[in-house]
């Protein structure tokens, strides 16, 4: 994509975000809850992304999709880091695919701490799979109206060329 000087680029403090700085285990381990509670959130940015077609216009909504992710990792860690902590050791070294067939009884332990503690429960298996409408307060997106280009010039005249002969 050419950029012009009319195209609005944001600032680096724009773009400047803190980090969630886990690792993957750490993600996939909290990935259920994460979804969960931060879903308003991350449907805001994607129909953002989608209905702008420009990552430009949906920083905010990138940001509090982190700021959800710092809250609901904050809270793990707060009141439940020690079931997380087996939790996702476990998942660690699981293997390769870091599956959680193996892990189902710190998942257990750790499913049990986030609902008596943090009062969130595990999402049914299906549950992000499943159609679910999001409403929003934001204005719908107007796409700018599509400018057609200049005309195309005319194809040549070719009967108004001189005839050559062909010679073998």
């Known amino acids: 994509m ?8 944001p600032s680096y403090e724009e773009l400047t975000v803190p980090e969630l700085d886990l690792t993957s ?8 809850y994460f979804g969960k509670y931060c879903d308003n959130q991350c449907k805001e940015f994607m129909l953002c992304k989608e209905e702008t077609n420009d990552p430009r216009r949906c920083l905010n ?8 992710g710092f809250e609901i990792f904050g809270k793990i860690k707060a009141k439940c880091f020690e079931e997380f902590q087996q939790y996702w050791h ?12 193996k892990c ?9 701490c986030a609902k008596e503690k943090l009062g969130i429960e595990r999402p049914y298996v299906g549950y ?6 999001h409403h929003t307060d934001r204005p719908k997106y107007e796409l700018p109206p599509h400018q057609l280009p200049d ?11 001189p005839k050559t002969e062909i010679i073998d």
Do not use: Y
């Open 151 to 161: 005309a195309l010039p005319p194809p040549p005249d070719f009967s108004k060329t």
């Open 61 to 68: 909504e990138g940001k509090e999709v982190t700021r959800c």
């Open 25 to 32: 285990s750490v993600l996939r381990a909290g990935a259920h």
């Open 128 to 133: 992000f799979s499943k159609v679910r409408v």
């Open 104 to 112: 189902r009884k710190q998942q257990a332990i750790f499913d049990e």
């Open 90 to 101: 476990c998942i660690d070294h699981s293997g390769h695919d870091m599956n959680f067939r």
């Open 2 to 9: 050419p950029i012009t000087n009319e195209e609005w680029l």
